[in-house]
C-alpha cells in the first residue's frame, strides 16, 4: 500500500538524521529536553490507544509511567541489566493495564475515567508506603558518566534508548490503528452497544487496548530513573504526566497516530521553552490553556485543522 | 497494639466532624456531577481558590474568612452560571455524548487555576488565625477544636438549607426536574440551560464557601485541590449521584474512615482511603450505599 | 431451502422467559419459538416488553428465570457479540451507526468481526466485494463512502438493516425497524426484511404498523404487560378477543 511505504520510506529518512545528532549537537542540555519530548511522544500515542481509539479516556498514565520507573528501581537493586529492567517495567506496566481494564471497564464513560484516578492514587500510596521502593523518601539510582556507546556523556545513551522506544510505539500505534483492532476499537469508540451487538467482542479488545497502552506507558518510564538518578514518588506520579497524556493527543489531535505524535511534538517543546525561559509553574498553567483552547475551538486538533484546511 | 478507647472516641468525632464538611465539598460536586451530569473535575480547585480568596480579604481587610467566603458567593455563583454557559455551548449543544472533551475543559481550568494560585501566592503554605481557630471546647472525654465545630455546624446547615430549596422552591424543583427530564421542563416553558445555569452557579458558591472553611480547618497550598478530587467524587458516588442526604451520610463516613486510619495506621496512607473507597464503590455498588 | 414441519428443530426456542427490573416484572413467563426461515411478528402495546425480550435474546440483557435456545444451545449466558457469532443479529429502533465511518465502513466493521468462517464455504468473494454487494442489496451504493452521519432517516434504518445482514444471522431481530417512515418508505424496508426469507434467514419484526405486521408475517405474536396472550396465525390472532381488548382498551 502506498501509505504504508510512505510511511516507512520517511522514517528510515528521518531515522537516522535523528540519531545521528548526538555526533555534531554541542548542547548537552538539547539532549534532556529532548528526551523529555521524545517521552512526551511515547505517553501521547500509548494514551491515545485507549483514548482516542477505543474513546475511553484514562486518567491514571502517571500510575504505568510510575511502574515502569519503579520496576527499574526493582530491578537495579536486584541487580538485572539495563535490559532487563526495561522489559521487567513494559512486562509489569501492561500486567496492572490488563487488571486496571479487567476492574474498570465494566464501568462506561466518566466513571471509567475517575477509576482510573482512583486507581493511580491508591497505587501512588502504596508505594509511598513500601520501603523497598524508597518510600517517600526515594531512591538513588548511580550510572556511569559516559554513553556506553562511544561518543559521549551518559544523555546520549538515553537519548538513542528513548528515541528507539518512541519510534516503536509510534510504529505499533500505526499498525493497531489500520487493523482489526483498531477497526474494533473505532466501533467501539463510535457506538459500544451498538458494536457489542454486531459481534464485536467489546470486553476483549477493550483489555488488548489496556493492556497495550499501559505498557507502552510503563515503557516510557523504564529509563525515567537513569535519566534523574534520584526517584521519588511525587515527581513519578506527577500529575502532569496524566494531564500531559490527555492534552497531547487532543491538541494533536485524536485517534490517529500522528495527532498525538505532533501534540507531543508542539507542547513538550512549549514547555521546554517555556520551564527555561519562564519557570516551570508557567509550564503547566500554558498546557491548561492550551488544552482548554483546543478542546473548545478546536476539538479535532492539529490534524482536523489540516485537513479542514486542505478541503477534505 | 493498645487502642485506648479515649483515642477511638476522638478519632470517631473529629471524623464525623470533618465529615461534615467533606460533605460541604461535596455539596457542589453533587449538584454539578450527580443532577447535572457535569464532570467539573475543578471544582476542589475552586475551593483551593476559594480558601486563597477568603485568606486574602482576611489578611488585607481583616474579614472573618467564612464571611468572607461567603461574601465571594455571588461572584462565584455568576461566574459558575458563565462557564456553564460555554460549556452548554461548546460541549452539549451538539448533542452531547462526548464526554471526554467536558471532562478535558474542566481539567485544563484545574491546572489553570492552580498555576495561577502559585504565580500569585507562591507555593508556600497559607493558614489564617482567627478568635477562635486555636479554642476547643470539651464533651467528657472527647476535646472538640472549634475551628472543626464551627465548619461542621455551617456546613450541615448549608446542606440542610440547598436541601429544602430543592424539595420546596421553585427554582429547586426545576434542578431536580432539570436532572430528570430537559424535554419536559421545556414543554413547561422552562429553559433548561438557564435552570442549570443557575444550578451551576450554586455549585460554585458552595466551593468558594468550602474553601472558606477550608482555610480555618487547616492550612492551604496551591495544588491542596488535588487531593480532594477523589474525596469529592468518593462521597457523590458513595451517596448516590444527586442524592444530598446520601452525600451527607456519605461524608460522614469517608471522614470517619479517614480519621481513624490517620489515627492508627498513620497519616500518609489516608489518600488511599478515600481513592480506595471510590475505587471499590464505582466497581461494586456504582449506584452508591444509598443510591437506587 | 426446504420445507420439512415439526420433525425440524426450532432456531430459537425463548422457555418461560422472566425479566425484572427491580420490583417490576416487565417479561413473565414468556415462551417464544421461530422456525428455520420463518416470518414471525410480534406486536402488543407500548410498554408491553417487547424491547425487553428482544433485548433477552440478543443478549444485552439477563434473564431472571427460564432459558433461551439457539440451535439447539443454551445461549442464555452468552454474551451479545457471542449470540451474533452463533447467528442472531439485530437492527437498533433507534438506529445506532457508527458515527465516524462511512456507509461501506460500517459494513466492513461487522464483516470483519462476525467472521469470515460465517460466510458459507462456496462464498469466493473478498470482505470489500461482500461489503458492495450488501450496500447494493439495500440500495446505499450512492451513498457509500459518505460519512454515516450524513444519512437521512430510511437511509439511517437501510444502514441498519444491512449492517445486521451483514453478520450473515440466521434469525434477524427487525425492531421497529418501520417506525416514523412514510408509506414509501415503510414499503422499501419492508421489501428488504421479506427479501431475507429467499436467503433462508427467519425474522422476527417487532412492529406497530399493522398493515405491514400483517403483510409480513406467518405468525403473529401478541405480548400485553410483559405476557404472550396470543400466538397463531394472523387472521386468528387479531380476531382474538383478548387481542382486541388488549388494543382498543377496557
Redesign the interface.
Known amino acids: 500500500m502506498n501509505k504504508n511505504r510512505n510511511f516507512y520510506l520517511g522514517l528510515v529518512l528521518v531515522l537516522p538524521l535523528l540519531a545521528s545528532l548526538p555526533f555534531w549537537v554541542q548542547s548537552e542540555y538539547f539532549f534532556f529536553a529532548a528526551y523529555s519530548v521524545l517521552q512526551f511522544v511515547i505517553l501521547a500515542v500509548a494514551w491515545n490507544i485507549l483514548g482516542g481509539y477505543a474513546g475511553y479516556v484514562n486518567f491514571g498514565s502517571a500510575a504505568f509511567f510510575a511502574i515502569g520507573a519503579y520496576s527499574t528501581i526493582v530491578g537495579y537493586k536486584l541487580h538485572f541489566p539495563q535490559g532487563a529492567n526495561i522489559l521487567l517495567g513494559t512486562f509489569m506496566a501492561g500486567l496492572v493495564g490488563l487488571g486496571m481494564g479487567y476492574i474498570t471497564l465494566r464501568l462506561k464513560g466518566v466513571f471509567f475515567s475517575i477509576a482510573t484516578l482512583a486507581m493511580s492514587v491508591v497505587l501512588l500510596t502504596i508505594v509511598t508506603n513500601t520501603p523497598f521502593l524508597g518510600g517517600a523518601r526515594g531512591v538513588y539510582v548511580i550510572v556511569s558518566r559516559e554513553s556506553p556507546v562511544g561518543t559521549g556523556p551518559y544523555i546520549h545513551w538515553l537519548y538513542f534508548l528513548i528515541l528507539a522506544m518512541a519510534v516503536v510505539s509510534v510504529i505499533i500505534s500505526r499498525i493497531i490503528e489500520h487493523s482489526w483492532l483498531g477497526q474494533g476499537l473505532m466501533a467501539i469508540r463510535d457506538d459500544e452497544m451498538a458494536a457489542e451487538g454486531l459481534g464485536v467482542p467489546t470486553l476483549k479488545l477493550k483489555l488488548i487496548a489496556t493492556s497495550i497502552s499501559g505498557a507502552l506507558m510503563g515503557l516510557a518510564g523504564t529509563t525515567f530513573p537513569y535519566l534523574i538518578t534520584y526517584v521519588e514518588p511525587t515527581a513519578t506520579f506527577n500529575l502532569s504526566f496524566a494531564v500531559n497524556s490527555i492534552a497531547m493527543p487532543i491538541v494533536g489531535g485524536l485517534g490517529t497516530w500522528i495527532g498525538p505524535l505532533l501534540g507531543a511534538l508542539l507542547l513538550g517543546s512549549i514547555q521546554q521553552i517555556a520551564s527555561v525561559t519562564l519557570s516551570s509553574s508557567w509550564n503547566l498553567l500554558i498546557v491548561g490553556g492550551v488544552l482548554v483552547l483546543f478542546v473548545t475551538l478546536a476539538p479535532n486538533g492539529l490534524v482536523g485543522f489540516f485537513k479542514k484546511w486542505s478541503g477534505k | 497494639m493498645d487502642i485506648s478507647f479515649d483515642l477511638l472516641l476522638n478519632a470517631i468525632f473529629s471524623g464525623l466532624l470533618l465529615g461534615g464538611f467533606y460533605a460541604a465539598l461535596s455539596l457542589g460536586v453533587s449538584i454539578s456531577f450527580g443532577m447535572l451530569d457535569i464532570v467539573n473535575i475543578a471544582h476542589p480547585a475552586m475551593v483551593i481558590l476559594g480558601a486563597y480568596l477568603s485568606w486574602w480579604l482576611n489578611e488585607k481587610f481583616g474579614i472573618d474568612p467564612i464571611l468572607a467566603g461567603f461574601l465571594l458567593g455571588p461572584f462565584f455563583f455568576l461566574v459558575g452560571n458563565l462557564i456553564y454557559r460555554l460549556y452548554y455551548d461548546r460541549f452539549e449543544k451538539g448533542g452531547g455524548g462526548d464526554s471526554l472533551r467536558g471532562l478535558a475543559f474542566f481539567f485544563g481550568i484545574l491546572f489553570i487555576i492552580e498555576m495561577i494560585l502559585i504565580l500569585a501566592f507562591g507555593v508556600d503554605y497559607r493558614n489564617v488565625n482567627t478568635s477562635y481557630t486555636d479554642k476547643t471546647i470539651s464533651f467528657g472525654v472527647v476535646t472538640v477544636a472549634y475551628r472543626l465545630l464551627i465548619p461542621f455546624v455551617i456546613s450541615v446547615g448549608l446542606l440542610l438549607v440547598i436541601r429544602w430549596a430543592f424539595k420546596k422552591t421553585y427554582f429547586g424543583r426545576a434542578v431536580s426536574a432539570v436532572a430528570q427530564d430537559p424535554l419536559a421542563l421545556q414543554l413547561m416553558g422552562v429553559n433548561p440551560v438557564k435552570i442549570k445555569g443557575y444550578a451551576f452557579g450554586l455549585s460554585l458558591f458552595t466551593a468558594v464557601v468550602g474553601g472558606a472553611m477550608l482555610i480555618i480547618i487547616q492550612s492551604v497550598q496551591p495544588s491542596a485541590g488535588r487531593e480532594y478530587i477523589g474525596l469529592v467524587f468518593a462521597i457523590v458516588v458513595l451517596g448516590g449521584m444527586g442524592n444530598l442526604t446520601g452525600t451527607l451520610l456519605g461524608a460522614m463516613i469517608l471522614g470517619v474512615a479517614e480519621s481513624m486510619t490517620a489515627t492508627f495506621a498513620g497519616p500518609s496512607w489516608a489518600p488511599a482511603v478515600s481513592f480506595g473507597l471510590l475505587l471499590l464503590t464505582l466497581v461494586f455498588r456504582p449506584q452508591g450505599i444509598f443510591g437506587k | 431451502m426446504e420445507n420439512t414441519t415439526q420433525t425440524q428443530m426450532p432456531l430459537v426456542k425463548v422457555s418461560a422467559v422472566t425479566k425484572k427490573f427491580?420490583g417490576f416484572t416487565a417479561l413473565s413467563n414468556v415462551d417464544l419459538v421461530i422456525a428455520p426461515g420463518e416470518r414471525v411478528g410480534l406486536i402488543g402495546p407500548n410498554g408491553s416488553g417487547k424491547s425487553t425480550l428482544v433485548n433477552c435474546i440478543?443478549?444485552?440483557l439477563k434473564i431472571d428465570g427460564g432459558s433461551i435456545e439457539f440451535a439447539g444451545e443454551n445461549i442464555s449466558s452468552l454474551?451479545?457479540?457471542?449470540r451474533?457469532?452463533a447467528g442472531i443479529?439485530?437492527s437498533?429502533q433507534i438506529p445506532?451507526?457508527?458515527?465516524?465511518?462511512t456507509v461501506f465502513?460500517n459494513i466492513?466493521?461487522?464483516l470483519?468481526?462476525?467472521?469470515n468462517d460465517r460466510k458459507s464455504a462456496d462464498d469466493l468473494r473478498s470482505t470489500e466485494e461482500r461489503a458492495m454487494d450488501i450496500v447494493q442489496g439495500v440500495g446505499l451504493h450512492s451513498k457509500k463512502d459518505h460519512v454515516s452521519a450524513s444519512l437521512t432517516q430510511v437511509e439511517l434504518r437501510k444502514l441498519e438493516l444491512a449492517?445486521?445482514m451483514?453478520?450473515n444471522p440466521k434469525v434477524l431481530i427487525a425492531d421497529e425497524a418501520l417506525a416514523g417512515l412514510s408509506g414509501a418508505e415503510v414499503d422499501e424496508i419492508l421489501d428488504l426484511i421479506m427479501g431475507m426469507k429467499e436467503k433462508g434467514v427467519s425474522v422476527l419484526m417487532i412492529e406497530h404498523i399493522m398493515s405491514a405486521v400483517m403483510r409480513f408475517s406467518e405468525r403473529l405474536v401478541v405480548l400485553v404487560a410483559g405476557n404472550k396472550i396470543a400466538d397463531g396465525l394472523p387472521q386468528d390472532v387479531i380476531n382474538n378477543p383478548e387481542v382486541i381488548k388488549a388494543y382498543l382498551g377496557e
Open positions: 427491580g440478543s443478549g444485552m454474551p451479545p457479540h457471542a451474533v457469532h443479529a439485530r437498533f445506532r451507526p457508527f458515527k465516524t465511518m465502513e466492513m466493521v461487522v470483519n468481526f462476525s467472521g449492517r445486521a451483514a453478520a
